[in-house]
């Protein structure tokens, strides 16, 4: 065809057929490009005068799914996108905002901002750069954008900062009783194992229940594989500083007026080793994954690099035998097992990082050598224990039809400990305990403090006398709130400490409303959702929705 078309460029039918194409081609994939640029609506989304265009998007979008990808393994791309969305709207608004109150961030500023995280700062407190280096290259973005993300956190810090300030004091009596308020509950446990079942079930029901319960008759999936251990101690004695490169080393980054070089000696050494270290670190590991990449397999990569070989068979994902045993001997071994039941049959793994035994850093990966797949063991094999979950079912089903009937008479007005008493059950009354679960006398030694665990959340939501129940270990609980102690004094620390919490919800509330408010009134934010819809996003409109 094209050489068609070359051969007779001359005549006149071509040149109308050609005129055609590209009208066509202009038509359909360039005129509504330059009809939005000159409407003013070639964006995704403005927010007053700034606007983020499709490609813009797109490319924030891969950033932030790929340093999630380094973190978590499931990501949901269609939440993502409008978590991005309405993050991109929070963020430009709190620059405009911050460009319109004249804050300016200096670079000292930046630096004494990420000098300060806690994640940079070694066990003596010192800021180590190979940490940050080594938080940047795990997470996948550069020195310049961590830069500008920080530089965002502390304008959107800046304009939190004067709500800490405004008063709270009609509120600080309310909320410091409140949150040191006291409860206890009156419960009655009810074991499904202690109700009597008459029914002798024939193997017609049996089976039945069996086909319809696979889950209950399963063998789990199990596995074995191999782990490779790298420990970073043992690259320690290859790493060397010699004196030149410390003197060098203090010539260029020391505060000359602050230390002498005898003095910075030693922290000089520590830095400048833990940086080799890291680079002798991340060099052997580019070399192991090479060396499986070309083919080796893990026993001769671990002959190659003269590495530790760990052997778990037959567990369950949660690391245990079949005697419900935890297996590997290392502390990352559960997590181990959870890397190997995310890995195929006969492949390696990615190399994880963890920390050992001695607090120091240890690299590994899994190679998985046999999978036993998840299986419903046959009938005939199992009849005795289907007929014993059949029971149980059965049993589950009367304690909780007794439950149910305990709530709806004590909600009548009738004491919970009388409606139990009349049924021979008995009650218990828990001690006091507070908004987050704990008990108010740590000596008392209450038989069910699991109770208290499960409940606490609920007890505190609802009023005095209220009725519910729940499912806890192999228990039905029903309960009843019983007590509600506030304390007659408060001391100086409790008030300040819930006046703080009190404080910084409502400096995030105030924050929160404020951005809402920008959004709305001050920085027009437009989203094109033809151009979204082009961009095939497929971003929730609702959920923008609820977000203006």
């Known amino acids: 065809m094209l050489e068609f078309i070359r051969k007779y460029s001359g005549s006149p039918l071509i040149k109308f057929f050609l005129g055609i194409l590209a009208f066509t081609f202009v038509f359909c994939f360039g005129i509504m490009d330059i009809i939005r640029k000159y409407t003013g609506k070639d964006y995704l989304v403005k927010i007053g005068n700034v606007r983020i265009t499709p490609t813009l998007f797109r490319i924030e979008k891969a950033k932030r799914i790929h340093m999630m990808r380094n973190t978590q393994k499931n990501i949901d791309e269609k939440e993502e996108t409008t978590n991005l969305l309405s993050s991109i709207i929070s963020e430009n608004v709190v620059n405009l905002a911050a460009s319109d109150f004249g804050f300016i961030v200096s670079d000292d500023s930046i630096k004494t901002y ?50 800490v300030y405004i008063s709270t004091i009609n509120e600080q009596d309310y909320y410091t009783k409140a949150m040191m308020e006291k409860r206890n509950i009156v419960i009655a446990r009810l074991r499904p194992r202690s109700f009597i079942i008459r029914e002798n079930p024939s193997r017609e029901q049996l089976e039945e229940f069996y086909a319809e319960n696979p889950d209950l008759f399963s063998a789990e999936e199990r596995r074995s594989f191999r782990i490779l251990e790298l420990k970073e101690s043992s690259l ?57 990449t070309g083919g080796a397999g893990i026993d001769e990569v671990a002959e190659k690099f003269n590495l530790k070989i760990i052997t778990v068979k037959n567990v369950d994902m949660f690391n245990k035998d079949e005697k419900g045993a935890e297996v590997s001997p290392p502390k990352y071994g559960s997590d181990a097992a959870a890397v190997a039941f995310s890995t195929d049959d006969g492949t390696d793994s990615a190399v994880s990082e963890s920390i050992g035994d001695d607090g120091k850093k240890v690299f590994w990966l899994v190679h998985v050598d046999e999978i036993i797949p998840k299986h419903v063991e046959e009938f005939a094999k199992i009849s005795e224990k289907v007929e014993e979950e059949w029971t149980l079912r059965k049993q589950k089903e009367m304690a909780k039809e007794t439950a149910l009937a305990f709530v709806e008479q004590a909600k009548s007005g009738v004491k919970l400990s009388q409606v139990v008493s009349q049924k021979g059950y008995a009650t218990i009354v828990t001690p006091l305990f507070d908004r987050d679960g704990k008990i108010a006398n740590e000596k008392n030694d209450f038989k069910f403090p699991n109770v208290i665990s499960a409940l606490y959340g609920e007890v505190f939501q609802q009023l005095k006398n209220d009725v519910g129940y729940t499912e806890i ?40 409303q404020l951005v809402g408010y920008l959004s709305k009134e001050k920085y027009e934010v437009k989203v094109n959702y033809e151009m979204l819809n082009e961009s095939q996003e497929n971003i929730s409109l609702d959920q923008l929705a609820d977000f203006f």
């Open 114 to 163: 990420i000098s300060g995280m806690h994640m940079f700062r070694d066990d003596k407190g010192y800021f180590r750069k190979d940490l940050l280096r080594s938080f940047l290259q795990t997470v996948g973005i550069s020195e310049n954008m961590f830069i500008e993300l920080s530089r965002k956190d502390i304008k959107s810090l800046l304009i939190r900062f004067p709500f």
């Open 473 to 512: 270990d192999d228990s039905f609980v029903v309960y009843q709130v019983n007590d509600i102690v506030y304390p007659d004094v408060i001391d100086q620390d409790s008030e300040d400490k819930y006046l703080g919490a009190l404080i910084r919800e409502f400096a995030d509330d105030m924050y929160q």
């Open 236 to 292: 320690e004695k290859k790493v060397n500083v010699s004196e030149d490169e410390k003197k060098d080393y203090y010539e260029m980054y020391a505060d000359k007026d602050s230390k002498s070089y005898e003095e910075s000696a030693q922290e000089i050494e520590d830095e400048l080793r833990q940086e080799k270290l890291q680079k002798l670190t991340d060099q052997v590991i580019r070399d192991l994954e090479d060396t499986i």
